[in-house]
C-alpha cells in the first residue's frame, strides 16, 4: 500500500466525524500517536519535495510535531516548532505572526527564536490540519521575515471545503496535502475524487 493508502485507511477506520466541519483524529495524531503511520507520512513528505534542497523542517505546536520529525529524521535536517501565546511582550529576538482561529474563536501569536531560522535556509513547513490556512499563512509569515526560502507546505489532511488551500496557493506557494477531505457531509468522510464511506 502507498504512504496516502495507509493514511486514508486509518481516517476511515479510527476517524471520528464529529459535525459536518470537525473529523477527530484523536487516536492517532491529535492525542495519541502512531509512529508508525507518522514515519510513512514523513517518507511522503521527503519524496513529495525531494526536488528542493531542505534544510529545515518548520512546524507549529502540538499536532504537528510528530509528522515534521518523522521527515525531518529521514532527511536529517533539524525542526523547529513554532510556540504558541496568547500574547507576546518580548519579541526582540523572535519572528512572530498573529494567527487567528475561527474555529476556535481565539487569537494566539505564534514565534520562532531567531536563532534558528535565517536567510540561507530553505524551509518546508508541515502542519497536521489545513482548514483556514491561518496557521499556514503565518509560518508562511515567520520564514518570510527570516529571509528563507520556503520549499512548501506539506499537510497531513487538508479540509478542501475550507478556504486554506486556496489561500495558500494563491500566495503562490507549493501545497502538497496527503489526505483530502471533500467532505464530512451525513456523518461520513469523503475524499477528493471518491464516494462517500
Ligand atoms: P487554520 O489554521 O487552518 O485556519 O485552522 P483553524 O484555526 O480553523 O484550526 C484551529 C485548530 O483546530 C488547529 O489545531 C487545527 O489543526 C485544528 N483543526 C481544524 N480543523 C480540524 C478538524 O477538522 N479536525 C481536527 N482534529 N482538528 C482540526 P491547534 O489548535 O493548533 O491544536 P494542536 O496543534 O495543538 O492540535
Ligand atoms: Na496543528
Ligand atoms: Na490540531
Given at each position: 500500500k502507498t504512504q496516502v493508502e495507509l493514511l486514508k485507511e486509518k481516517i476511515r477506520q479510527d476517524?471520528?466525524?464529529?459535525?459536518?466541519e470537525v473529523l477527530k483524529?484523536?487516536?492517532?495524531?491529535?492525542?495519541?500517536?502512531d509512529p508508525v503511520l507518522m514515519q510513512e507520512i514523513g517518507k511522503e513528505f521527503v519524496a513529495r519535495f525531494s526536488d528542493q534542497n531542505i534544510t529545515k523542517i518548520v512546524t507549529i505546536e502540538s499536532s504537528g510535531i510528530a509528522p515534521a520529525t518523522m521527515a525531518g529524521l529521514i532527511l536529517g535536517v533539524p525542526v523547529v516548532f513554532a510556540r504558541k501565546r496568547?500574547?507576546?511582550?518580548?519579541?526582540?529576538h523572535l519572528y512572530s505572526a498573529k494567527v487567528h482561529s475561527f474555529t476556535k474563536n481565539e487569537s494566539n501569536d505564534i514565534s520562532v527564536s531567531k536563532?534558528?531560522?535565517?536567510?540561507e535556509d530553505t524551509v518546508l513547513l508541515i502542519d497536521d490540519f489545513l482548514a483556514n490556512g491561518q496557521a499556514a499563512l503565518g509560518l508562511i509569515d515567520i520564514a518570510e521575515q527570516a529571509g528563507a526560502k520556503i520549499a512548501g507546505v506539506g499537510i497531513?489532511?487538508?479540509?478542501?471545503?475550507?478556504?486554506g488551500g486556496e489561500l495558500i496557493r494563491k500566495a503562490g506557494i507549493r501545497l502538497e496535502s496527503l489526505a483530502e477531505l471533500q467532505s464530512l457531509q451525513d456523518g461520513k468522510v469523503q475524499f477528493v475524487g471518491e464516494e462517500a464511506f
Open positions: 476517524g471520528k466525524v464529529l459535525s459536518e483524529v484523536d487516536s492517532f495524531l491529535n492525542h495519541q500517536i496568547k500574547s507576546l511582550t518580548l519579541t526582540d536563532d534558528f531560522i535565517s536567510n497531513v489532511i487538508e479540509k478542501a471545503f475550507q478556504p
